[in-house]
């Protein structure tokens, strides 16, 4: 299965904007690209999915380079309660993985 | 009502026993997933499903087995339970087509082998 690389940690302030990159050496052509956030003792929550170039929704942007081996998922302005564990994920054949994610602690 | 649904939520059971943790969902998803959280780590796929007659192999598949009883229910058992597979478990369903990365979570099952 394929897997992802991403930081282990990030700070940020309140306000701040925060953009977290994701390593996807394996995707394959026909894999899209989708972030989660995950809080404690939860199951992860979507949060944004792409396939190439720059998506964005209410909550998040997510940028993917033209030959879609790393993905930067921004989050604009957070808050405390942005604080969560953020999950990088490339769907190989239907198979979904997750990497280890990065733990973003947003700080007053 | 929750979309995805498992049960129990909590469980503590003893080495060697039988468990099994169930999982429905009422999303019309065709493809189901079990998936292990250990503390502190990211989510390991158990076994996945495309179908009912479908049922495939995950990262960490020794130790347990699964059952596809229908479209909208997906167990996943543990034979003889052993203290190491004390952890987070979740289910997660997805539809068909290129963005079956977007995943729906049960709200997870721990459990606890002593």
């Known amino acids: 299965l394929a897997k992802t690389t991403q930081p282990i940690s990030m700070d940020s302030y309140e306000g701040q904007e925060v953009n977290i990159t994701c390593s996807h050496n394996?995707?394959?052509?026909?894999?899209?690209i989708t972030w989660y956030q995950q809080f404690p003792s939860q199951g992860p929550r979507f949060i944004i999915q792409g396939y190439k170039t720059k998506v964005t929704n209410e909550v998040a942007s997510l940028f993917i380079p033209a030959d879609r081996k790393s993905s930067t998922l921004g989050l604009p302005r957070v808050s405390l309660s942005d604080t969560a564990v953020y999950y990088c994920?490339?769907?190989?054949?239907?198979?979904?993985?997750f990497g280890d994610g990065t733990t973003l602690t947003v700080k007053p | 009502d929750a979309d995805v649904t498992q049960t129990p939520r909590n469980r503590i059971t003893k080495t060697g026993k039988r468990i099994m943790l169930e999982c429905s969902q009422t999303k019309g998803h065709d493809r189901m997933y079990w998936y292990r959280q250990d503390p502190g780590l990211g989510l390991q796929l158990i076994y996945y499903s495309f179908d009912v007659k479908d049922i495939n192999k995950g990262e960490i598949s020794d130790g347990y087995s699964v059952s596809r009883q229908a479209q909208a229910k997906f167990s996943l058992s543990l034979e003889s339970a052993i203290p190491n597979q004390t952890a987070l478990y979740f289910c997660a369903t997805s539809g068909q087509g290129p963005n079956t990365g977007e995943l729906f979570f049960g709200e997870g099952s721990r459990l606890t082998v002593l």
């Open positions: 394996n995707i394959a052509t026909n894999d899209y």
């Open positions: 994920l490339d769907t190989n054949a239907g198979k979904s993985t």
